[in-house]
């Protein structure tokens, strides 16, 4: 079953402009990860954020976390063409099992 | 970062026949995968977990014997959609962690696009 609902479900922004994503989530976790998936592609582990931490940065990438409103958020600043994909948070159980739950996902498109 | 490899890429077969997908994690062992389903425009769907030397573990709502599972090496695993029909044709991506505990980050292969006709 999916654990987290993301919104926006679509986003079009134009190059250069910031594109911000949430995703929300329902049981306590250990961790949050967002992944970019490129049409019909596999997934790319973009940044990880642990349950103690609330924010964190990786190149581009601005990921925070509020455990207490079960929410996260990626921000994309000074966005690129090369950034039109879909972007997934997902959660593990908080109990220990590796599996992982995604989220809708959010369609990115970064328009020139 | 760890590598995920998925054979074969794409397949079509027809409606009653069996696939088989495998998934190999190429520069790491790999005593757990996982396997996902995703349709078009919508998410990754956990299917199951996948065990070496013992029985995968089935999501609820996913059939058991429609989708054999076998871990057979610390680097292999197989997903093989005995009788397949229209509705199963899928994404399918492969997954397997590179390290316990809390930390869980996770490589994803590149996925099998299943069309079934």
């Known amino acids: 079953s999916q654990q987290g609902e993301e919104d926006p479900q679509a986003l079009s922004i134009q190059e250069g402009e910031n594109a911000t994503m949430n995703c929300s989530y329902k049981t306590s976790i250990n961790n949050l990860q967002w992944y970019r998936q490129n049409s019909g592609r596999g997934l790319v582990h973009l940044i990880l954020i642990r349950s103690n931490e609330r924010e964190k940065h990786s190149g581009r990438l601005r990921v925070t976390l509020d455990t207490s409103k079960k929410s996260s958020s990626l921000l994309i600043t000074a966005s690129r063409a090369a950034d039109t994909a879909s972007y997934f948070c997902a959660t593990d159980d908080g109990q220990g099992a590796q599996k992982l739950v995604f989220g809708q996902g959010t369609r990115l498109t970064i328009n020139p | 970062g760890a590598v995920v490899s998925q054979h074969p890429s794409r397949v079509i077969c027809k409606s009653g026949t069996s696939v088989k997908i495998e998934c190999r994690s190429l520069d790491f062992q790999a005593t757990t995968m996982f396997w996902y389903r995703q349709f078009p425009k919508q998410s990754l769907m956990l299917m199951a977990t996948?065990?070496?030397?013992?029985?995968?573990?089935?999501e609820q709502g996913v059939e058991k014997d429609k989708f054999l599972i076998n871990h057979a090496s610390l680097t292999l695993s197989t997903l093989t959609v005995t009788s397949a029909h229209p509705e199963d044709s899928s994404f399918y991506i492969c997954s397997a962690p590179t390290s316990g505990g809390t930390y869980n980050e996770q490589f994803f292969g590149p996925g099998t696009r299943l069309t079934v006709l």
């Open positions: 996948s065990n070496e030397g013992s029985k995968a573990t089935y």
